[in-house]
DNA sequence: CTGTTAGCGCTTTCAT
DNA sequence: ATGAAAGCGCTAACAG
């Protein structure tokens, strides 16, 4: 593998001439610029990234760690942060955590390693040892989607309530009173906006208050579902359901055709926070709760970038927007 | 940041010794072996990767370049990779392409620059200068799901072949004659594997071979959509539709919806190659392949690192099944 | 404008 | 078993 010294050595010039016109500094004289150029190109020289990063103490790379990448919301968020730093000239370093905080902390500790010059995270609970360690090394980072107890770091992430206002306006003008919800986990800041939001909202928007229609789920289809049956089994007859995220409208789904059968639960509105593209091929079709993950995205990498540069990072709330198939 | 230096000091030894120690390495006596380990926990010791990195020549880390991180299979493929080569050690460097040339291009000179030990990609076309390089370079590289003209890497992806075979045999036993198939890019191997497949498979099964029923879409929503339409216009009335990936089908459910009206449309089969969960949840409740990303993550993390050993690196077919989800 | 030199943090001989 | 020393490829400081 050609180094920087080879193509030193073929443009007959010093070694820290190669090295400056290759890193496109000030002054260089046009000849000897001319003949680094030529010399790498002909030798297919790719700068040693590691050994740059020894050297000038900084990687120009950012660490992304998702909850799950499988999820929409997250594989888009990340398709959009790294697009983002791409253009920054960042590269992304993107793992999962695959909702275990074990293997997040597994996750972090590599990141230290590498170095990365900062973080942007989706949390799973409280703060990890690795994490504190981060933090206390000032290695820039920025929250998403959900906070930490605790710990105060600059938030991007979904205006939860201003979607669920959508929500509340949709369900009203739709005329519901009966209406079911199935929330999140109680632990998780997400969960606890949507619910406050919703529950505090219901009485202004002629939604019933009634709290044997409320249900808390886990945010995945498997207690949602077993919720939403929770609710069904009281013998209350809801006209519409909020499904708290988009794994939980999957549960909800599931669970009304189950209890009910396909007919009957298509007679049921269910709203979702959170949308996928199939909701629009469901029947009846599921009105929804767009959340802008590539705006997120993009705000987290501009957001490190400027902890980056020393500056403040502001916390942003990126609204949402409704997406009203209750038309068929 | 605590370098090595620091540990070795703090436990008095030499920076060799705290060296072989933090590697596990051989015969080092049990009490210098435990001093380091405590100096080192006590000063929240990381070693710096890049600086390791460009001693040993090696990263322990693996560049893995989908097509788009937002495709449900690459999603899945990519989570299943992490986990597989975390558990042998390596970590993996996710990046996404985009489904454009020269973004992946981009990524390549990336994860070049880092020194990557191994690669796997999925190719967008045919070969890119930088893939060249990195053949030439001898870096161990697997192809996923999608071949190159020309270049003779180890393979892992879907078994097509089987998979159409299963979608053929369901069709038989629906008694379908009239299918119409949506096919995709015919400069992808995907595409054409599949094509062949299921055009050759047709007499055998009992199937119509009119040419009309049959149109390329791009493997896109909006390429199937239209090539849909173009079906439908000749006045042909198929019994059943057959997707030629995910995206396609869903853009074949689009455009039965807009020309026929929701009622009509769901009165046509749909079968697809690729399965959505929410399949489930469409009306009718759409039939499909469902191909192993999971296996195949891990499997092409098997292969690189079977390359990076000296061994070969054998292609692998992954079987795929079928969720027939047909009797509603 | 350019060549030389030091040294980033680490692993790995080479002697003990 | 361990300390000393060399050097991986690169950038930045220092002389010219």
Redesign the interface.
């Known amino acids: 593998?050609a180094t920087i010294k080879d193509v030193a050595a073929r443009a007959g010039v010093g070694l820290g001439t190669a090295s400056r016109v290759l890193n496109g500094s000030t002054q260089t004289s046009p000849s000897s610029r001319e003949r680094v150029l030529a010399a790498a190109a002909e030798l297919?020289y790719?700068?040693?990234?590691?050994?740059r990063?020894?050297r000038r103490t900084r990687?120009d790379a950012l660490g992304l760690l998702v909850s799950?990448?499988?999820n929409?919301f997250f594989?888009?968020l990340?398709?959009a942060a790294?697009?983002e730093a791409?253009a920054h000239g960042y590269?992304?370093?993107?793992?999962?955590a695959?909702e275990d905080e074990r293997q997040a902390d597994?996750v972090l500790?590599?990141f230290?390693?590498?170095?990365i010059d900062g973080l942007m995270l989706s949390p799973q609970g409280p703060a990890t040892p690795q994490l504190a360690?981060l933090v206390?090394?000032d290695v820039p980072i920025v929250l998403l989607n959900r906070r930490i107890e605790g710990v105060d770091l600059p938030f991007f992430g979904t205006d939860n309530e201003q979607g669920v206002g959508l929500v509340l306006d949709h369900l009203q003008r739709r005329g519901h009173r009966d209406v079911a919800y199935v929330g999140g986990t109680p632990t998780m800041s997400t969960g606890v906006e949507r619910a406050r939001a919703y529950l505090g909202g219901r009485a202004a928007h002629g939604i019933s208050t009634d709290d044997a229609l409320v249900e808390a789920g886990d945010f995945q289809t498997e207690g949602a579902a077993a919720a939403m049956l929770r609710i069904l089994d009281r013998g209350v007859h809801p006209s519409a359901v909020f499904g708290a995220n988009g794994a939980t409208t999957?549960g909800v789904?599931?669970a009304l055709r189950e209890r009910l059968g396909?007919d009957a639960a298509a007679a049921i509105e269910v709203v979702s926070f959170d949308d996928?593209?199939?909701f629009a091929?469901?029947?009846p079709a599921i009105t929804a709760v767009r959340n802008d993950a590539s705006a997120i995205g993009r705000a987290a990498v501009q957001g490190v970038l400027a902890l980056l540069r020393g500056e403040p990072a502001e916390s942003v709330r990126v609204a949402t927007t409704l997406v009203d198939r209750s038309g068929?």
Not at 91 to 96: E, F, I, Q, Y
């Open positions: 593998m297919g790719v700068a040693h990234g590691p050994a990063a020894l990687t799950d990448i499988r929409p594989s888009e990340a398709h790294e697009q791409r590269a992304v370093l993107l793992a999962n695959n597994d500790r590599t230290a390693s590498q170095r360690s206390e090394r999957v789904l599931r396909a996928f593209d199939w091929y469901a029947s068929h």
